[in-house]
């Protein structure tokens, strides 16, 4: 028999036997893989790639083998192995839709979102009804903080499969991304009772119980997560036992939520003592080192937190959770330029973080940059356009430089229109018209937020203040007893009380006089009372009035304020003598009390009844009035235009009303009308 043909003869035996010899191979992977997959779970990772490695070096061309070390190397958090493994798999099992999700969620623990998504579209292409790939994606949405998208996914998901824990507990947590802490906790309750308990429920439900600052269950359910934490893998799995890479908290991490729980409950020694634990345990843990920063913020001891601020900031440069909350402490203790620096770095670092420009903007003001401040403001909130904290200081600033009156309550507008809710908002609204002297649109805001807050003590002093602007002393008197009766020692509030209980009986000793200078009271049997102090005797309402009115004239003698008020008091009811009187015992008794000479020139100028009038004695006092402030004060300005006009020099008049016109816009109608009248020759007069 020839070479040839014995040749021929053993390649066709080979051929023959080539089919059996491959099975045994594939049959011998098959085996190898599925002492891998027992192995798997078990979650002995060791054992499990040694018999995939075997699988694959029995039948390179047999996918199951590099699917299964792929997800070992998944959960070994091994990403960069993984991919050429999963590379390998899909070539060889191009319908694979578990190898395409596997990879889509790789993809998405290294931040290549457009790949992830991809990837678990295909997935869903070719497996269409599993609820496991939907679940996926909602996750790399969630990454991508598109959490409608997750949401619509997670819902798909449980439409699939209603009892896919995986998805239920996706969707706790989307829901608590979005704040509906609620809906989180209701989801995140039936994953828990149904089992096994699982580190992210826990967690997830405590910062939600957290956020609704109940704060001994938030702190029960991070117990928990910590005491589960040993016991879970860093992956998950469905019911077909696929897996998923997700997120579990570090352990330190878990104890840092349960110590913000812990300040919420105000308990700062034991949070403070629980994050040193965590610092001790982790010495390069600067989210750590931030949060016991706050604790002793919290505890209001500022040295030591600022040396955790720069602890953290230390150990990581480009934080801007430890570089704004440094920046604030700085604030606080007006510190302006260090906190400016802090949150010009938060801005290099991440040039769209709105709230630091916000920070900034606040430090500018506070300087009295106010430009600065407006710009910083400004690029806040064209970066974050619903950010009703920046519109809330832009409208402050606009107020502070009072030249944008109807954007600054524009942007109060804008900012409750956001937070309708928000008490600081609506008082700072009310504020700010208050100061605008718009007093009756001002007592209105300090409602709104009283109606919100019955008890809120600000609001209650604040429109106290302004009824007396008005000169409504008795609900002024109203405001301050219930601020009294809430906080005995709330500040101002008892010498606030006592200046407007002594103002009403100036008043009514002011209108006292006025009546007893023009008419006399008939008596009245309906007028009379008994006096408890002349037995037998009675008096009349009107002589009751004018004892208490020598009462209050005689406390006066050596009060320059109440003067100064009496006098206020009888220029409304035009008591025009005792207005000059009072005024003239100010002057004399406080020779640079500015609004005193303003109003007697004024008066001087002004008053309706000749015999009160002196021009010249009026611009001597205006004049005196603008010097004592700087030429800077509007109704000095004003009193001094219209000394000129009562003089007959319009020329002069109309020059330093129109200076006041032009420098003061908050002066409004009434200065334009009397320009006006100045320009036609005609005199001011006091209404």
Not at 180 to 194: G, T, Y
Not at 418 to 444: D, M, T, W
Not at 494 to 509: C, D, P, S, V, Y
Request: charged content about 30%.
């Amino acid at each position: 028999m020839s070479g040839r043909i014995k040749l021929l003869i053993v390649m066709l035996a080979v051929a023959l036997a080539l089919p059996a010899l491959v099975k045994n191979r594939r049959d011998a992977a098959k085996e190898a893989s599925l002492r891998g997959q027992a192995a798997f779970l078990a979650r002995q990772w060791d054992d499990a790639q040694r018999h995939f490695d075997e699988a694959i070096r029995l039948d390179p061309e047999y996918a199951d083998g590099w699917e299964g070390r792929a997800y070992v190397h998944c959960a070994r958090r091994e990403w960069d192995e993984a991919l050429p493994d999963l590379d390998r798999g899909i070539e060889l099992d191009p319908n694979n839709d578990a190898l395409f999700g596997m990879r889509g969620s790789v993809w998405m623990v290294r931040h290549d979102y457009p790949k992830a998504i991809t990837d678990q579209d295909r997935a869903i292409e070719l497996n269409p009804e599993d609820s496991t790939h939907y679940s996926n994606r909602a996750l790399i949405h969630f990454e991508m903080r598109k959490l409608d998208l997750a949401l619509a996914d997670l819902d798909h998901a449980l439409q699939f499969d209603p009892k896919c824990e995986v998805a239920l507990s996706n969707r706790g947590k989307v829901w608590c991304a979005k704040g509906e802490w609620d809906k989180a906790i209701d989801d995140l309750n039936v994953c828990i009772e149904r089992g096994p308990p699982s580190v992210n429920d826990y967690g997830n439900r405590g910062y939600c119980w957290r956020a609704k600052c109940d704060w001994d269950k938030a702190i029960a359910d991070f117990d928990k997560a910590i005491a589960l934490l040993e016991k879970n893998s860093l992956i998950e799995y469905t019911s077909q036992g696929m897996i998923v890479p997700y997120k579990i908290p570090s352990r330190s991490n878990l104890q840092i939520e349960r110590c913000r729980a812990l300040l919420g409950k105000r308990e700062f020694d034991q949070a403070i003592a629980a994050l040193t634990q965590v610092i001790e345990a982790e010495p390069r843990n600067a989210r750590a080192a931030v949060h016991r920063g706050i604790a002793w913020v919290q505890k209001g001891n500022a040295e030591k937190a600022l040396a955790d601020f720069d602890r953290a900031v230390a150990l990581a440069p480009q934080s801007l959770f430890a570089l704004s909350n440094r920046g604030w402490v700085h604030f606080c203790r007006k510190n302006y330029d260090a906190a400016i620096a802090d949150f010009t770095t938060c801005i290099r670092n991440d040039p769209k973080d709105a709230q630091s420009y916000r920070h900034r903007g606040a430090a500018w003001a506070s300087k009295s940059e106010l430009d600065k401040a407006l710009a910083d403001l400004d690029r806040s909130i064209a970066i974050d356009p619903k950010f009703g904290r920046a519109y809330f200081h832009r409208a402050q600033i606009r107020a502070m430089k009072k030249s944008d009156v109807a954007g600054s309550l524009a942007d109060f507008d804008r900012a409750i229109a956001l937070e309708p809710k928000n008490v600081e908002f609506l008082l700072g609204r009310a504020k700010a018209l208050a100061v605008l002297k718009r007093y009756l649109e001002a007592i209105n805001a300090y409602e709104e937020v009283l109606r919100i807050d019955s008890k809120n003590l600000s609001s209650l002093y604040n429109q106290g203040v302004t009824y007396t602007r008005l000169h409504y002393y008795q609900q002024a008197i109203a405001n301050y007893e219930k601020i009294i009766a809430i906080r005995p020692n709330y500040p101002r509030a008892a010498q606030a009380l006592e200046w407007a209980q002594r103002t009403l009986a100036i008043q009514e000793a002011a209108r006292a006089i006025r009546t007893r200078s023009t008419t006399a009271s008939p008596v009245t049997q309906a007028d009379s009372y008994s006096n408890p102090d002349q037995k037998g005797s009675t008096k009349t309402a009107f002589e009751a009035t004018v004892d208490k009115s020598i009462e209050a004239e005689a406390a006066l003698a050596n009060d320059v304020r109440g003067q100064y008020q009496f006098a206020l008091i009888c220029l409304q009811e035009h008591s025009w003598a005792s207005a000059l009187a009072s005024l003239d015992t100010v002057a004399s008794c406080d020779e640079h009390h500015a609004a005193a000479r303003a109003q007697r020139a004024w008066l001087r100028a002004a008053c309706p009844d000749a015999k009160f009038r002196d021009a010249k004695l009026a611009h001597a006092d205006a004049r005196k009035a603008c010097e004592l402030t700087a030429w800077k004060d509007s109704a000095s300005l004003e009193a001094l235009a219209a000394a000129y006009a009562e003089s007959g020099q319009f020329d002069e008049a109309v020059r330093w009303q129109q200076f006041v016109v032009r420098q003061f816009p908050n002066a409004g109608k009434p200065a334009a009308e009397r320009l006006e009248r100045y320009a036609h020759h005609h005199p001011a007069r006091l209404p």
